[in-house]
C-alpha cells in the first residue's frame, strides 16, 4: 500500500512520534523517549545519561499542547519516513507555534524509530536588496 497520508501511518509508528514529542521534546519522563529514539541519535548515552541529560540531541519544546499537534507526512518509502509536526504552547504558555521535521527510520522488530528532529524555519529575505 502506498502511504500518502500521515494517518495512514501504523499505529506503532504514530505512537513512537507522539510519545517522542510529549517526552523528548517536552522534557517531561523523558526515560520513556529511550525505546523509540535511533542508535543515532542517543549515540554516546546511556538510558541513565539519556534520562538525566540537562543538554538531549533533540531541540525541546517545553510547554507543548500534545492534544494539538498537527502532522503532515512528506514522504515515506521502505527506508526512511519525513513528517511535519506543528506544534503550539499550551494556553498560558508564551511559546510561538513552531514547525519541525521529524525523521524516522526502521528500527529492530520492525519498529519505527525516530532518528531526526529539527525545527523548519527559513530565514527572512531582505526586501530591496
Same mark, same amino acid.
Given at each position: 500500500m502506498?502511504?500518502?497520508?500521515?494517518?495512514?501511518?501504523d /499505529?506503532? +509508528?504514530r505512537?513512537?512520534?507522539?510519545?517522542?514529542?510529549?517526552?523528548?521534546v517536552?522534557?517531561?519522563?523523558?526515560?520513556?523517549?529511550?525505546?523509540?529514539?535511533?542508535p543515532t541519535?542517543?549515540?554516546?548515552?546511556? /538510558? +541513565?545519561?539519556?534520562?538525566?541529560?540537562?543538554?538531549?540531541?533533540v531541540?525541546?519544546?517545553?510547554g507543548?499542547d +500534545?492534544k494539538?499537534v498537527?502532522?503532515?507526512l512528506?514522504?515515506?518509502?521502505?527506508?526512511?519516513?519525513?513528517?511535519e509536526?506543528g506544534?503550539?504552547?499550551? /494556553?498560558g504558555?508564551?511559546?510561538?507555534?513552531?514547525?519541525?521535521?521529524?525523521?524516522?527510520?526502521?528500527?529492530?522488530?520492525?519498529?519505527?524509530?525516530?532518528?531526526?528532529?529539527? /525545527?523548519?524555519? +527559513?530565514?527572512p529575505?531582505?526586501?530591496?536588496?
Amino acid at each position: 500500500m502506498l502511504i500518502k497520508t500521515y494517518a495512514q501511518l501504523d /499505529p506503532q +509508528t504514530r505512537s513512537a512520534v507522539k510519545t517522542f514529542i510529549g517526552t523528548a521534546v517536552a522534557r517531561q519522563h523523558v526515560d520513556q523517549s529511550w525505546d523509540v529514539v535511533a542508535p543515532t541519535l542517543k549515540a554516546g548515552y546511556t /538510558p +541513565t545519561q539519556w534520562k538525566q541529560a540537562e543538554e538531549l540531541p533533540v531541540v525541546p519544546y517545553p510547554g507543548v499542547d +500534545t492534544k494539538h499537534v498537527q502532522y503532515y507526512l512528506d514522504y515515506a518509502s521502505t527506508k526512511e519516513i519525513l513528517v511535519e509536526v506543528g506544534l503550539a504552547g499550551k /494556553p498560558g504558555v508564551s511559546t510561538r507555534p513552531v514547525t519541525f521535521q521529524l525523521g524516522l527510520v526502521p528500527g529492530a522488530h520492525g519498529r519505527w524509530l525516530v532518528d531526526y528532529w529539527m /525545527p523548519r524555519w +527559513t530565514p527572512p529575505v531582505q526586501q530591496g536588496q
